[in-house]
């Protein structure tokens, strides 16, 4: 016979079980509190030992799940069920799911992938009272089955069962076919409270009650992409010709394998053999920033409302976002969004500041009929670096990796836009009137503030869409704008190339003043630089001029890649190759401690090298070995990759005025900024000094002067006013605005 439970649903024992019967399985149950009864458990622990048939008896604790707004516990029952066949499309589910794009891939190819192979039947059946009911109407003795799939199909067997008596009026009698205005669907209720009370009738005249269940509310969510629509009613050509369906893109949390992205796809494959979303992206947690979960009872949730309110949605967004991938879980730190809003939107505000400032001056105004044809290099290279990024950003976006395009665009902006091209530049803005060279920087900037606004405003739309409409107040919005279209024209990787080794170049360079305590404005004489061949010497001369600008050097040489100069050696990286090869280690380091300049050499050129041991051959690559270079008297030597660069650090008389004359210019610049003076206002300097600055500054008057627009330039014996300037006792000075 059939299976049946031995607790009835008030969680009773059911008749028949002697002293059990009518006993609630769990005291929380109970209608009386009485802390004098035993417990059912209790009860039947004691009954088998009386009867010797418990073998032990104990307590222990464990853990039992509890309703959650009762706090009782929840009892289990096997009830009947209405299932969907879901086993049936299995095969057409796994197929389906290979043609999705999922961010990460393993998440479509292993926990969902393994969950449609294992996928089973679906229970549709839910014992609640709000709900979708499920519309199916059956014969009291189960042989007659009736499924309803529209209203104005209810409506027609509900007038079927008025003539056959079962029902006394048609609560839908007032519903109009091809009517879908709100008023003709809201005076009737289709929940519980509503389709319990109508009766059909079957072919045969037997009545036919609503099956008391409702309908698993995944399947409302799964089913969303066709009610949406209020599809198959309304909008069919949506979704049968494919206008609104299958979704290009969808996101939610990895937990929704089992979920919403389950039930999405199991509908659409059952029911249009197809997928119900292109793209989908299964988010990570948003952890503390040690890593754990965020609770307010560990105190170490942020408030999401406060974080905004500080540091506004497009910081939070961009930090979010540029710091790890949204698949993966970030450890939200709000240093992090500190460090976003400095360098990243800092650096942009501040070129955009620099651009309008003297712009404004200038009264330019851009305008891509009358563009200027003195372009230089460097312009020529900004702009090729901005199409090659706008072409990646694409990409990244269109294959949904918005970590990849927000770094490659905050990438652009503080170590190329405003830290190479704008510092390399400056002088081109400031400097005299609005010349043709003048008008090709501040276009070329323009274009590649305009261009970053658009290409950034997925991540940070508030902000950029400020920016765009600085540049163009005229247009509308960010966006409304079009997204830039790289030119592959204006893309040239040869120059890329030659800017990428001036950049590393010049990187090295400072990282030796750096160690040196040399500062950049203390000019020095020469840099050598082992040349690997004459392509690579050709680069390096191309943009030799910006190098030496950039670093403050007199001049770049080359010099044979096996100079006495570079004593380079190998040594063993131990903490990479510690955990690979452990007790070889001490070989390893023998043999990369006995290379040749050759075998430095070839090492530095192929990354690789193949060394030989007792217990056979192993490959060596760039991060298990370190290349060092041996201290010369009067040179600092640096290497990262195939470039090296030795730094002669010895400064004679005429650098070391030099040097005086720049920190002289900076320390006036800067006395301008506090006395608020215009860009473009002149000065007169008078100077207390010794015989030695006064010839530094002499043998630099020119060079002083022009960059702080000094009209005169006066030695005294003594200085009178309020604003005089002491750096030291022997060197005072005084600036007045020329009136």
């Not at 799964?222 to 050509?237: D, I, L, R, T």
């Not at 560990?298 to 974080?307: C, H, I, Q, R, S």
């Not at 290279?381 to 990244?396: A, C, D, F, M």
């Not at 990479?576 to 043999?591: C, D, N, T, Y």
Request: with cysteine; net charge neutral; proline share 3%.
């Amino acid at each position: 016979g059939d299976l049946v439970p031995l607790v009835n649903l008030k969680g009773e024992f059911i008749d028949g079980l002697g002293s059990l019967s009518g006993k609630p399985v769990k005291d929380a149950y109970n209608k009386v509190v009485d802390i004098k009864r035993k417990s059912v458990d209790v009860e039947i622990a004691i009954a088998l030992k009386e009867e010797n048939k418990a073998f032990k008896v104990e307590k222990y604790e464990h853990s039992y799940p509890h309703c959650w707004r009762t706090d009782k516990p929840i009892l289990y029952y096997p009830l009947d069920s209405w299932f969907i066949k879901v086993s049936a499309f299995k095969n057409s589910m796994v197929m389906l799911n290979k043609s999705i794009n999922w961010k990460p891939e393993s998440t479509g190819s292993g926990r969902f992938g393994n969950w449609l192979e294992n996928a089973n039947d679906w229970n549709l059946s839910r014992s609640r009272f709000w709900g979708i009911p499920i519309p199916i109407w059956r014969s009291e003795d189960g042989k007659e089955v009736l499924c309803i799939g529209s209203v104005e199909e209810l409506k027609k067997e509900i007038a079927f069962s008025l003539k056959n008596g079962h029902m006394d009026k048609n609560p839908l009698e007032d519903f109009e076919l091809n009517n879908f205005t709100k008023e003709n669907y809201t005076f009737f209720d289709l929940h519980k409270s509503f389709v319990d009370k109508i009766v059909l009738c079957s072919k045969d005249g037997k009545p036919l009650y609503r099956e008391s269940d409702l309908i698993d509310v995944w399947f409302d969510s799964g089913s969303m992409p066709f009610a949406q629509w209020h599809y198959p009613f309304e909008n069919k050509e949506m979704i049968d010709d494919n206008k609104s369906f299958p979704a290009d893109f969808i996101a939610e949390g990895v937990d929704q394998t089992r979920g919403w992205f389950y039930t999405l796809h199991a509908i659409a494959t059952m029911t249009k053999g197809s997928v119900a979303y292109k793209n989908v992206v299964s988010n990570g947690l948003v952890l503390d920033k040690a890593g754990q979960k965020m609770s307010k009872r560990l105190g170490n949730a942020a408030d999401p409302f406060k974080t905004l309110k500080k540091y506004g949605a497009d910081a939070t967004r961009w930090y979010m976002i540029s710091n790890a991938q949204p698949w993966d879980n970030l450890k939200f730190d709000l240093a992090g969004i500190e460090e976003v809003t400095r360098k990243f939107f800092g650096t942009l505000f501040n070129t955009y500041s620099f651009f309008a400032l003297y712009a404004n001056l200038d009264s330019f105004k851009y305008e891509e009929k009358n563009l200027s044809l003195e372009t230089k290099e460097i312009d020529l290279w900004v702009l090729s670096r901005l199409n090659s990024l706008t072409k990646s950003v694409e990409e990244s976006y269109n294959d949904y990796e918005p970590t990849k395009a927000a770094r490659q665009i905050q990438a652009f902006v503080v170590d190329e836009l405003s830290n190479w091209y704008v510092r390399l530049c400056r002088k081109r803005f400031w400097k005299g009137d609005l010349n043709e060279d003048k008008k090709a920087a501040y276009e070329t900037l323009f274009i590649c503030l305009k261009k970053v606004s658009v290409l950034m405003s997925p991540i940070a739309p508030f902000y950029s869409d400020l920016l765009y409409g600085d540049l163009s107040p005229k247009e509308e919005s960010v966006h409304l704008a079009n997204f830039p279209l790289f030119d592959q024209k204006l893309i040239n990787k040869d120059l890329e190339y030659k800017m990428d080794l001036a950049q590393k170049v010049s990187s090295l360079i400072l990282s030796l003043r750096k160690k040196t305590r040399i500062k950049v404005r203390q000019p020095l004489l020469r840099v050598l630089i082992p040349s690997a061949d004459k392509a690579f010497e050709s680069a390096i001369s191309e943009v030799k001029s910006i190098i030496l600008l950039e670093v403050n050097i007199r001049s770049i040489e080359f010099i044979s890649q096996n100079d006495s100069l570079l004593k380079k050696k190998a040594k063993a990286n131990f903490k990479v190759l510690g955990p690979k090869h452990g007790k070889e280690m001490k070989a390893i380091a023998s043999v990369v401690g006995s290379w040749t300049s050759e075998d430095v050499s070839f090492f530095e050129k192929e990354g690789r090298k193949e060394i030989q041991l007792d217990s056979g051959a192993i490959t060596l690559r760039s991060d298990d070995v370190e290349i060092v270079t041996a201290d010369v008297p009067g040179w600092e030597i640096a290497s990262s990759g195939n470039i090296t660069v030795a730094l002669d650090v010895s400064i004679n008389q005429e650098l070391k005025e030099e040097g005086f004359a720049r920190d002289f210019v900076n320390k006036i610049q800067n006395l301008r900024k506090e006395k608020n003076l215009e860009v473009s206002d002149f000065v007169k300097i008078k100077v207390l000094c010794a015989q030695e600055d006064q010839n530094a500054i002499k043998n630099n008057l020119n060079y002083i002067c022009s960059e702080t627009l000094t009209d005169s330039l006066d030695f005294v014996s003594k200085l009178e006013g309020n604003e005089i300037v002491e750096e030291s006792e022997g060197f005072k000075y005084l600036i007045e605005k020329v009136k």
